[in-house]
């Protein structure tokens, strides 16, 4: 069983950056970062995985990076020109699939850490 625990959110001003945290007991094949603002459904922002090929949501593609420490067991979201449409609670997630895209293929989440952009 893998536990995911994220830090770094906050609330910043649009055009700011924010750096994402997740602190992993264990890696799965697939390490994403998934987001959900109210009333709209989960979405993938960004995954890696055990080949370190990483893929982003277009929304975000240029502006947002993922990556990773193996020595620190620690998966990252660095997070540049931030828009208010990025708000969102951002999540942390592990899976052994193949298909790093898909939300529903992940079984370990972490308890999520809210970002918000104002303009």
């Known amino acids: 069983q893998v536990q995911l625990a994220e830090s770094g959110g906050g609330s910043v001003q649009s055009g700011g950056s924010l750096r994402l945290s997740c602190a992993a007991s264990?890696?799965?094949?697939?390490m994403g970062w998934f987001r959900q603002a109210p009333g709209k459904e989960r979405e993938g922002v960004a995954v890696?995985?055990?080949?370190?090929?990483?893929s982003y949501a277009d929304s975000v593609m240029g502006r947002f990076t993922i990556s990773q420490d193996n020595a620190k067991n620690t998966l990252y979201l660095q997070m540049n020109s931030l828009k208010p449409e990025d708000t969102a609670m951002y999540y942390c997630?592990?899976?052994?699939?193949?298909?790093?895209?898909?939300?529903?293929?992940?079984?370990?989440w972490g308890q999520g850490t809210q970002v918000t952009v104002s303009s």
């Open positions: 997630a592990a899976s052994s699939s193949r298909r790093c895209w898909a939300p529903y293929v992940y079984n370990y």
């Open positions: 890696i995985d055990g080949d370190g090929d990483t």
């Open positions: 264990g890696y799965e094949y697939c």
